[in-house]
């Protein structure tokens, strides 16, 4: 079945340094959705990109979906404490998102 | 808050036995996914129902069966529990068919223990 692997597993950064997730997929993805999980909360949706190229931003944060529509990653810029928490990635198995896979998820660590 | 309400928040139950859990979706939304989120196996989908219809299945065991009920909300059944099973189970809603481009919204979750 569909795989997605992110990268890495886990960062640690001092605040205001940059932070940069990668998002693998085993097939070709129809569109891609990013989540954030806050340590002890639940998913929460942050962005869909759905063309190939595809850069979005939202404030310090930065999305892109593969020319192959392959991978994706998120990069944040100049890392807050609020940023901590776990990112991952997901996409539609088989093209339909009744069934979404999520990746391997990075989780985010922010220190002053 | 995702308009989204799951009961109980946590579980704690014996091997064998067997719960149910309660997702309650936002308003409006007609489609319902159940993930099981563990240490090990991360946010593994299990299924999703549409207008009470079931839509699609993940990696669910057979000792786990769900339900959408009428009134949209639905309970996921878990039987002959086992130590693996102790998990977070989150219920997610969305509007429309689960066609693409459709985010997921996220109950809080329930914590199952099994002892």
């Known amino acids: 079945g569909q795989q997605v692997m992110q990268i890495p597993q886990y960062q640690h950064v001092q605040e205001g340094e940059d932070f940069t997730t990668y998002c693998n997929s085993s097939t070709t993805l129809s569109n891609i959705q990013w989540y954030k999980q806050r340590p002890g909360g639940h998913p929460v949706f942050l962005i869909q990109?759905?063309?190939?190229?595809e850069v979005k931003k939202q404030k310090r944060l930065t999305f892109q979906f593969g020319e192959a529509k392959k991978n994706s990653s998120l990069h944040i810029t100049a890392t807050q404490t609020t940023d901590v928490g776990t990112y991952f990635c997901?996409?539609?198995?088989?093209?339909?998102?009744?069934?979404?896979?999520f990746g391997t998820g990075t989780r985010l660590q922010v220190t002053l | 808050d995702s308009g989204v309400t799951q009961t109980p928040k946590h579980l704690i139950t014996a091997t064998g036995q067997r719960v149910t859990l309660r997702c309650s979706p936002r308003s409006g939304d007609l489609s319902v996914y159940w993930y099981q989120q563990s240490l090990d196996q991360g946010l593994q989908f299990l299924i999703h129902?549409?207008?009470?219809?079931?839509?699609a299945k993940g990696n669910i065991l057979e000792r786990f069966s769900a339900q959408q009920f009428p009134d949209l909300h639905s309970e996921l059944n878990l039987s002959s529990l086992e130590l693996g099973d102790s998990a977070l189970y989150f219920c997610a809603s969305s509007g429309g068919q689960g066609a693409l481009w459709n985010e997921q919204f996220f109950g809080p979750g329930t914590r199952l223990t099994v002892l």
């Open positions: 997901a996409g539609p198995d088989g093209g339909t998102a009744s069934k979404l896979t």
């Open positions: 129902y549409y207008n009470g219809e079931e839509r």
């Open positions: 990109l759905v063309k190939s190229g």
